[in-house]
C-alpha cells in the first residue's frame, strides 16, 4: 500500500540559521517556532534563553532544564499553537558535533486552538524534525496544555513514556495525515462550506455534484470527480467521463496529477452493465500544497457520507494513492475482488476500508 507523501511547510533559512546557533550556543535553551503562510515555511518566533540560575549552575544538568522549562509559561498562550526547540544537555562546554548535544521537538497545540491551525501544527510537525536533522533529536513531545510544559508536567511524561523518538520517514508521512484528520473530526469551529456535527464534518454537495452522481448510480457515468476549493472549502464537482471512457485502464490518465481530487469510480463485474460496485479513489499528488493537502484529508470521510445521504451512493471499496498513475488496472481488480483475467477471489480487506495500490513491479 503506497502511502501518501508529505507535502508540507519546510524550515526557513532563518530557522535553520537559529537552529545552527542554537546547537553552538551556550546562552539559550531552544526557540519557539512558527509557522508562516506567505510563503508557507517553518519560522522563528524566539529564542528561550538561559535562564539566571542556569547560568549559574551549568554543572546541574537536571535544575538547568526544569529552570529554563518554566519560561515557556509566558511564551507560549493558551490558543495558539507553536513549535518548541529544547536542549535537554548541559550546554556548557557542548557543541553542535558533540554526540552529547540532542534536541527535543515540542508540538504545542493547545485544546482552545482554531481548528485550522490544530491541524496544520499536527500535519507538519515532524517536517520540522526531519528537515532539521533527525540526528539533532533524542525523541518529540504533542502536547495540548501549558500545564504539560511545567516540570511536573514534564515528569509525568517522562514517567509515562510520552517522549518519543524521531519516527521513519514512511511513519512520518502517514502520521502527518492521521493527526490532521484527529483534529478536524474532534475540533468545535465551525467552518464555511461544512459544519461541525456531532463526530465529524458535514458536507453539502452542489447540485451539478448531486446530478452527476446520480448519473454514475444509474450506469450513465462511468467516472465522476470531485473537487475542494481551498478558498471556500466547498466541494465542487470537477469532471465526469461516461462510462465508455472509464475503463479500469484508463483511469490514471483520467484522474488529475498536479491536485487532489475524489473519484467515484463505477466498476461492473460482469457484463451486466446495472451490475455495478462504486468505488472511492481518494488521490493526493506530491506536488500538492500543503493547505490542498490538509483540507482534502479533513473532508475525505465526509465526503463519501455526503454521497450516501444525498445520492443514495453506497461505496463498495476506497482506495487511496498519492499519484493517479498508481491506480493501475491491477489494482482496481484485485481491490474489488477480481483477479486480471477477471474470475473472482476472497478479499481480505473489511469493505469500505482503504487500500492503496500496491507499487508497480510487486503484486
Not at 528537515?131 to 514517567?159: I, M
Request: net charge negative; hydrophobic share 35%.
Amino acid at each position: 500500500m503506497m502511502l501518501i507523501r508529505s507535502a508540507s511547510s519546510e524550515p526557513s533559512e532563518e530557522l535553520q540559521t537559529a537552529f545552527t546557533e542554537l546547537l553552538n550556543s551556550t546562552t539559550n535553551r531552544g526557540i519557539v517556532a512558527d509557522i508562516s503562510t506567505a510563503p508557507e515555511s517553518l519560522v522563528p518566533r524566539q529564542t528561550i534563553p538561559l535562564s539566571s540560575s542556569s547560568s549559574s549552575s551549568p554543572s546541574s544538568t537536571t535544575n538547568d532544564f526544569a529552570a529554563d522549562l518554566s519560561q515557556l509559561q509566558t511564551l507560549v498562550s493558551e490558543n495558539e499553537p507553536a513549535y518548541i526547540i529544547l536542549r535537554q544537555d548541559d550546554i556548557a562546554g557542548v557543541s553542535a558535533t558533540s554526540s552529547s548535544s540532542k534536541c527535543i521537538a515540542v508540538t504545542y497545540v493547545p485544546d482552545l486552538a482554531p481548528v485550522r491551525a490544530k491541524m496544520l501544527f499536527a500535519s507538519t510537525r515532524l517536517t520540522l524534525v526531519r528537515e532539521l536533522g533527525t540526528e539533532h533529536f533524542a525523541s518529540t513531545l504533542f502536547v495540548t496544555s501549558k500545564k504539560e510544559l511545567t516540570v511536573e508536567g514534564w515528569a509525568k511524561h517522562e514517567a509515562h513514556g510520552s517522549l518519543s523518538a524521531p519516527l521513519t520517514d514512511e511513519e512520518k508521512n502517514l502520521e502527518g495525515i492521521r493527526e490532521a484528520e484527529a483534529q478536524e473530526s474532534t475540533g468545535t469551529a465551525a467552518r464555511r462550506g461544512g459544519h461541525i456535527d456531532g463526530g465529524g464534518l458535514t458536507v453539502t454537495l452542489p447540485e451539478d455534484a448531486v446530478n452527476a452522481l446520480e448519473r454514475l448510480k444509474r450506469g450513465e457515468e462511468g467516472l465522476v470527480q470531485l473537487s475542494i476549493d481551498v478558498r471556500t472549502e466547498r466541494v465542487q464537482l470537477a469532471s465526469t467521463h461516461p462510462t465508455s471512457q472509464s475503463r479500469p485502464s484508463a483511469l490514471s490518465q483520467l484522474i488529475s496529477s498536479t491536485t487532489p481530487r475524489y473519484s467515484f469510480y463505477a466498476h461492473s463485474g460482469t457484463s451486466t452493465p446495472m451490475d455495478l460496485s462504486i468505488l472511492f479513489v481518494y488521490t493526493c499528488p506530491s506536488k500538492s500544497t500543503l493547505k490542498e493537502r490538509m483540507v482534502y484529508a479533513s473532508f475525505s470521510r465526509s465526503v463519501v457520507t455526503a454521497a450516501a445521504n444525498e445520492v443514495g451512493i453506497s461505496v463498495a471499496k476506497k482506495m487511496e494513492a498519492s499519484d493517479p498513475d498508481e491506480i493501475t488496472e491491477d489494482a482496481i481488480l484485485d481491490e474489488m475482488g477480481q483477479k486480471a483475467s477477471g474470475t473472482s477471489t476472497s478479499g481480505t480487506a473489511a469493505e469500505g476500508a482503504f487500500a492503496r495500490p500496491k507499487r508497480p513491479g510487486r503484486r
